[in-house]
Each structure stands twice: as structure tokens, then as C-alpha cells.
């Protein structure tokens, strides 16, 4: 159970060597004097978390971590998500021995990718679309794509969900409460496929008919800040429960660009060594794929979150 927590007196941003630096955008902190790999001890672990459910979004340069480094640092911060078990056949692009964190990459060895090379073609959150989604990430760097200029290529950009919602009309949050989304894999594959960005085989007609079809609040109240955010996002959110297509279409999408306006937004460029940590439920994200056949592999592992309420 995801305990109450308030944030509401911010601590000091510096204590004990560890610096919490805001990046001046609507989320997104660095924070600075924490070797992960040399040991980090409780009341620290307290203040990252802090920081994240504060910023939304932390990143930590610099660091040197092995997979079970990663895993271990991560459980700290909340359970680790289950590894999730792959289709029968299917080549599971996780780490060997650590099935709990997933390789994104774009690289080939022994002909087959090591990776899910297309991960973030739309704007979302992670695990939307199942029962518990996600309630932190955390995304390891370990090799980063260099443009002939010198300059780091394969930008993830973050909105707030939160901010977003605060920004509404009050006439537009009475509108929107009570409403639910149905958040839709098979709508999502589907969407892909009409714009041309599917790159992962179609859904098989035994997928289509077992994979399960859920819904969550439009509007969601977090589960620890108690902030409410919108969770909706343009590649999962389906419809508005008992609407029609049109009628969903209609409210959804003049949300889903609010969203996205760079007043909610930062842009994350990557270094190798970054350990990203973002809160799942008060963001969303989106890749850049700018970088072709240039190497690119990061670590990338989730946390356990309540059913959104």
C-alpha cells in the first residue's frame, strides 16, 4: 500500500553535501552529491524521494552502476515492479539475469535487436493501459548517441500532468470529474499502425481477444502528493467511457494538446552516466529519434503503483 505523504514545507535543498538544483521549467531538478555506487543511506534515499515527488522529475549525472546496482537502488526507493512475462517465443529485451530491467536500445547483435529500439513514438505514460500502472521509473544511461557536432542527440521531453490540470478552468474541472478513459493497447498498436510508426509485429487475433481492455479516472488524484493530474494521453486513451468516439474525440483532444504546450515541459539531454528518476503518475514523456544507427542503450526499470483513483 502507497503510504500518504506531505510535501507541503519543503525541506532545505541542501543538507549533508546533497544539492537539489531546479531546472527553472514547470518540473525537473538535478541533484547533485550522490554516488549511488559508494553507498547511500537512508535519510538520504528520504530526500531523493523527496525530490522526485517534488520536481516530478530528478536527475542524478555521473553515475557508474551495474544492473544489480540499479535494481537494488531503485527498491529503495519503492518495490520493484514484477518482471513481466514475455509472449511464448518471444524474445524479452531485458537485461540477462535481471528480468526486471528492460534494455532500451537501437542496437543489433547476432542479427536479433538487444532492445525495444522504438519505445516513446507518442506522448504517454508508462504502463497506462494495465491495472497497477507504474508509479516511478528509473532510466540508466549507458551508451549516448553523438551528432557530428559534438552534441548528445535523443532528447526525452517531460510534461506535467499535474501542472496541466492546475492550469484548467474551474468550469473544465467540473467537466472533467468523474469521467473515465479506457487506456487501450490494442487501440494503441492500432494507432501506430494507421500512422505509419509500427515497427513491432501486429497484434495476432488470440492477443487481440485476450488482452484486457481497462479503464482509470480522467482525472486522477495522486496517491501519495494527493495532487489531482491528468491522466490521459494521446497514445493509450482510447475514449471516455459510455461517449462516443466523436463526443471522446471532441473532449480528449483539445486536452491532450493542452497538455503538451511548453509552458508544462523540460527537456532532458542525455549524458552518458545520467540515472533519471520521474514520477509515472505526474508525467508524461516523449523520445526523440534523431540519432539513425547511432548506438543507443539505456537501463530502464519500474516501480509498483496503486489502481488510480
Not at 74 to 87: F, K, L, Q, W, Y
Not at 195 to 214: I, N
Not at 271 to 293: K, R, S, V
Request: charged residues 25%; contains cysteine.
Amino acid at each position: 500500500m502507497i503510504e500518504q505523504a506531505t510535501i507541503d514545507k519543503a525541506p532545505s535543498d541542501s543538507a549533508a553535501g546533497i544539492e537539489v538544483i531546479p531546472s527553472g521549467d514547470a518540473l525537473g531538478a538535478e541533484v547533485t552529491g550522490i554516488d549511488i555506487r559508494a553507498g547511500v543511506d537512508e535519510a538520504t534515499v528520504i530526500k531523493l524521494r523527496d525530490a522526485v515527488l517534488r520536481h516530478s522529475l530528478v536527475v542524478l549525472r555521473g553515475q557508474t552502476l551495474t544492473p544489480a546496482e540499479q535494481l537494488a537502488f531503485t527498491s529503495r526507493i519503492e518495490m520493484v515492479r514484477p518482471a513481466p512475462r514475455p509472449a511464448a517465443g518471444s524474445h524479452a529485451p531485458v537485461v540477462p539475469e535481471f528480468p526486471e530491467l528492460v534494455v532500451v536500445s537501437n542496437i543489433v547483435e547476432d542479427g536479433r535487436k538487444i532492445g525495444i529500439s522504438d519505445a516513446g513514438l507518442l506522448w504517454h505514460s508508462d504502463t497506462c493501459f494495465q491495472s497497477n500502472p507504474e508509479l516511478f521509473v528509473t532510466l540508466y544511461a549507458l551508451e549516448i548517441p553523438i551528432g557530428e557536432d559534438g552534441v548528445a542527440l535523443g532528447d526525452t521531453r517531460y510534461v506535467s500532468t499535474t501542472a496541466a490540470y492546475d492550469a484548467l478552468d474551474q468550469a473544465t474541472k467540473d467537466k472533467l470529474e468523474g469521467l473515465r478513459v479506457v487506456q487501450s493497447y490494442i487501440w494503441h498498436t492500432d494507432k501506430l499502425d494507421r500512422l505509419g510508426l509500427l515497427t513491432r509485429p501486429k497484434l495476432t487475433e488470440e492477443q487481440r481477444r485476450t488482452t484486457e481492455e481497462l479503464s482509470h479516472p480522467l482525472v486522477r488524484t495522486h496517491p501519495i502528493t494527493g495532487r489531482k493530474l491528468l491522466y490521459i494521453n494521446e497514445a493509450f486513451s482510447a475514449c471516455i467511457v459510455g461517449w462516443t468516439e466523436a463526443a471522446s474525440r471532441a473532449l480528449l483532444d483539445p486536452l491532450l494538446e493542452h497538455i503538451k504546450q511548453p509552458r508544462f515541459m523540460t527537456k532532458h539531454r542525455w549524458q552518458e552516466g545520467d540515472f533519471l528518476i520521474w514520477d509515472n503518475a505526474a508525467t508524461q514523456h516523449l523520445a526523440t529519434f534523431d540519432y539513425g544507427a547511432i548506438r543507443r542503450r539505456l537501463h530502464r526499470c519500474g516501480t509498483v503503483g496503486p489502481t488510480p483513483a
